[in-house]
């Protein structure tokens, strides 16, 4: 059985992880396709390039506060969750007629019950969320930045077993049995990481070259789920609750370096997580998983020119989530122009070049009001009608 839903799983990864190609949410970022390492501004740096404080120190010596961003995406072309709440009106109604020894109403029941699990066959839906937020201090010898960021995604799938189909299609409406749980399910597995620490960055010049290295410190708590029901019972709200849920609370580290060799054309290269982590899940019916926290390593090119910046990322190495399953690689492009003092368009594209994923676009905007308020938003959408979107707020002293 066990490796019958983990063939499904794998099925199931490009929903899966349509939208973790960077593990955290920040709008500007977001909307460039998920580049940041060379293109971060003082909002976001934290989250992706600490080196970059120390860059942006030169131009902007203003302090930024992050609070909050937010980030939903989702996919669910199969109506998953909208058929579960519809087989559980048929199990009821047919449990009811049961009970009453209706047969009339057994036979209507049981074909609509028959109904709503071959809909169910091989279904699957995607949800994500996180917030963040970060206060960048901009002393000149060390720029620094205190920031929290908490990224969650989950994958539910249905698991329909022929055995109740054939059941309820040979079921005697005169003369029914009690009514038993299904051997169908719903399940729901997903992981979440947070972390809480604080970005250094230090200046530096090698023969009038800006150069920022960043180090990153950071306590964190990663979270796992393995939420598994009947059908009849299943509750997507019910995923985190602490029976299903396991988690652990560890040190990491994160780094970063980069460099200007021109005016406007920076280089970036970061590392995160760079303590791999593992942590399994809850068993539940005989199965558990493993997911992981493994360092990220990213490179990324930005060039601002005037109203615009064009820039790139691609990820150095694979990125796995549950160990059972396959992995992504990330390749990020983005731009954004400045149309006034006051508004900023971006578009962006992200592809995994392991073909784990679907290929994700975005679109966003920022808008400044006075001096000191920002807001943005973004845009995401991909295959599978997967939608998602990110705003935030910041403030500029």
């Not at 099925?11 to 580049?35: C, H």
């Not at 209507?108 to 091989?122: G, N, P």
């Not at 189909?165 to 992981?191: K, M």
């Not at 990213?298 to 399953?325: P, S």
């Given at each position: 059985?066990?490796?019958h839903?983990l063939?499904?799983?794998?099925?199931?990864?490009?929903?899966?992880?349509?939208?973790?190609?960077q593990?955290y949410?920040?709008?500007?970022s977001?909307?460039?396709?998920?580049?940041?390492v060379?293109?971060?501004?003082?909002?976001?740096?934290a989250?992706?390039?600490?080196?970059?404080?120390g860059l942006?120190?030169?131009?902007d010596?203003?302090?930024?506060l992050?609070?909050?961003?937010?980030?939903?995406?989702?996919?669910?072309s199969?109506?998953?969750i909208?058929?579960?709440?519809?087989?559980?009106?048929?199990?009821d109604?047919?449990?009811?007629a049961?009970?009453?020894?209706n047969?009339t109403?057994?036979?209507?029941?049981?074909?609509?019950l028959?109904?709503?699990?071959?809909?169910l066959?091989?279904?699957s839906?995607y949800?994500?969320?996180?917030?963040?937020?970060s206060?960048?201090?901009p002393?000149q010898r060390?720029?620094?930045a205190?920031?929290?960021?908490?990224?969650?995604?989950a994958?539910?799938i249905?698991?329909?077993?022929q055995?109740?189909i054939d059941?309820?299609?040979?079921?005697?409406?005169n003369?029914?049995?009690a009514?038993s749980?299904?051997?169908?399910s719903?399940?729901?597995?997903?992981?979440?990481?947070?972390?809480?620490?604080?970005?250094?960055?230090?200046?530096l010049?090698?023969v009038n070259i800006?150069?920022s290295?960043?180090?990153?410190p950071?306590?964190?708590r990663i979270?796992?789920?393995?939420?598994?029901?009947?059908?009849?019972?299943?509750?997507?709200?019910?995923?985190?609750?602490a029976?299903?849920?396991?988690?652990?609370?560890?040190f990491?580290?994160d780094?970063?370096?980069?460099i200007?060799?021109?005016?406007?054309?920076?280089f970036?290269?970061?590392?995160?997580?760079?303590?791999?982590q593992?942590?399994?899940t809850v068993?539940v019916?005989?199965?558990s998983y493993?997911?992981?926290?493994?360092?990220?390593?990213?490179?990324?090119?930005a060039?601002?020119?005037?109203?615009?910046?064009?820039t790139?990322?691609?990820?150095?190495i694979?990125?796995?989530?549950?160990?059972?399953l396959d992995g992504?690689?990330y390749?990020?492009l983005g731009?954004?122009?400045?149309?006034f003092d006051w508004?900023?368009?971006?578009v962006?594209?992200?592809?995994d070049m392991?073909?784990?994923t679907?290929?994700?676009?975005?679109?966003?905007?920022?808008?400044?009001?006075?001096?000191?308020f920002?807001?943005d938003?973004?845009?995401?959408f991909?295959s599978d009608e997967a939608?998602?979107?990110?705003?935030?707020?910041?403030y500029h002293?």
């Amino acid at each position: 059985m066990k490796l019958h839903k983990l063939a499904l799983l794998c099925t199931l990864v490009p929903s899966f992880f349509a939208y973790s190609g960077q593990e955290y949410y920040e709008a500007r970022s977001d909307a460039m396709g998920g580049a940041g390492v060379a293109s971060s501004n003082n909002e976001g740096a934290a989250f992706v390039n600490p080196a970059l404080l120390g860059l942006n120190a030169h131009k902007d010596n203003s302090a930024v506060l992050l609070m909050p961003v937010l980030g939903v995406d989702m996919a669910d072309s199969d109506n998953m969750i909208d058929k579960f709440d519809s087989l559980i009106d048929s199990y009821d109604g047919l449990a009811a007629a049961i009970d009453a020894g209706n047969s009339t109403d057994i036979d209507v029941y049981r074909d609509d019950l028959i109904l709503d699990l071959e809909s169910l066959k091989a279904t699957s839906a995607y949800a994500s969320a996180g917030l963040g937020f970060s206060v960048a201090i901009p002393y000149q010898r060390m720029p620094m930045a205190i920031f929290y960021k908490s990224y969650v995604n989950a994958v539910g799938i249905a698991n329909i077993t022929q055995s109740d189909i054939d059941t309820l299609a040979n079921l005697d409406i005169n003369n029914p049995p009690a009514v038993s749980d299904l051997a169908s399910s719903g399940q729901i597995i997903g992981g979440a990481v947070s972390d809480l620490g604080i970005a250094f960055s230090l200046p530096l010049s090698v023969v009038n070259i800006p150069i920022s290295i960043g180090i990153s410190p950071k306590f964190q708590r990663i979270d796992t789920y393995n939420y598994i029901a009947s059908a009849n019972n299943f509750d997507a709200s019910d995923f985190d609750d602490a029976k299903y849920r396991n988690d652990k609370t560890n040190f990491n580290i994160d780094v970063g370096v980069a460099i200007e060799p021109i005016d406007g054309l920076v280089f970036g290269l970061s590392g995160r997580n760079l303590i791999s982590q593992d942590l399994e899940t809850v068993e539940v019916q005989g199965e558990s998983y493993t997911y992981s926290v493994e360092p990220l390593v990213t490179a990324g090119v930005a060039y601002d020119w005037r109203m615009l910046t064009v820039t790139t990322d691609v990820d150095l190495i694979e990125n796995k989530k549950f160990k059972e399953l396959d992995g992504t690689q990330y390749w990020r492009l983005g731009g954004e122009v400045r149309a006034f003092d006051w508004m900023s368009l971006r578009v962006g594209y992200r592809h995994d070049m392991k073909d784990s994923t679907a290929n994700i676009y975005s679109i966003g905007s920022g808008f400044t009001f006075g001096e000191s308020f920002f807001l943005d938003f973004t845009g995401m959408f991909g295959s599978d009608e997967a939608i998602g979107g990110v705003v935030q707020t910041s403030y500029h002293f």
